[in-house]
T-cell receptor, first 110, second 115 residues
């Protein structure tokens, strides 16, 4: 059974800092991995999708990497801003289902 | 793009009544949609997979008679919470998969409060 773990559970940083969110999964037989952002009381916004054959994806200040063999992914946020404050969720896809981690709650202080 | 619309965004109902939540894929056809439930400060829990034209597949522990799912068209899935009770109060979110390029797209969620 696939299990997804995200570290840290919560993170508080000053504005401008670069930061890394970690995601690990137990079964490397995944189709792809997706990072989401969730604001309080809202749905999920897709940030980056990495296919299993890819190593990384970039969008603006965000960069996500994937190492299938070791079961790890990282989300790198450059020059963090208060507007980046949210919960970040990592999810892996296998067998047409998403398996989510518990999320990292990020707070960027101005 | 891949846009999923969910309605209503919040609903308050009395115990014993039923509530219907709609999930629509606006710019693509979705043969499969997914319904999740989220408890406060917790991650998403998959409730069921909704298949167009056939019965939904429910996850273990989810009562199919309590949470009725209908996927009558390629762009609409509905979740009906029947005979709602306060313990059904939660945040419900739907999602759909357009293709491997876009990944999963989520609706904005429905906050259900049963009083």
């Amino acid at each position: 059974k696939q299990e997804v773990t995200q570290i840290p559970a919560a993170l508080s940083v000053p504005e401008g800092e670069n930061l890394v969110l970690n995601c690990s999964f137990t079964d490397s037989a995944i189709y792809n991995l997706q990072w989401f952002r969730q604001d309080p009381g809202k749905g999920l916004t897709s940030l980056l999708l990495i296919q299993s054959s890819q190593r990384e994806q970039t969008s603006g200040r965000l960069n996500a990497s994937l190492d299938k063999s070791s079961g790890r992914s990282t989300l790198y946020i450059a020059a963090s801003q208060p507007g980046d404050s949210a919960t970040y969720l990592c999810a892996v896809v296998g067998g047409n289902k998403l398996v989510f981690g518990a999320g990292t709650i990020l707070r960027v202080k101005s | 793009g891949a846009v999923v619309s969910q309605h209503p965004s919040r609903v308050i109902c009395k115990s014993g009544t039923s509530v219907k939540i709609e999930c629509r894929s606006l710019d693509f056809q979705a043969t499969t949609m997914f319904w999740y439930r989220q408890f406060p400060k917790k991650s998403l829990m998959l409730m069921a997979t909704s298949n167009e034209g056939s019965k939904a597949t429910y996850e273990q522990g989810v009562e199919k008679d309590k949470f009725l799912i209908n996927h009558a068209s390629l762009t609409l899935s509905t979740l009906t919470v029947t005979s709602a009770h306060p313990e059904d109060s939660s945040f419900y979110i739907c999602s759909a998969l357009k293709d491997g390029l876009y990944g999963y797209t989520f609706g904005s969620g429905t906050r259900l409060t049963v009083v």
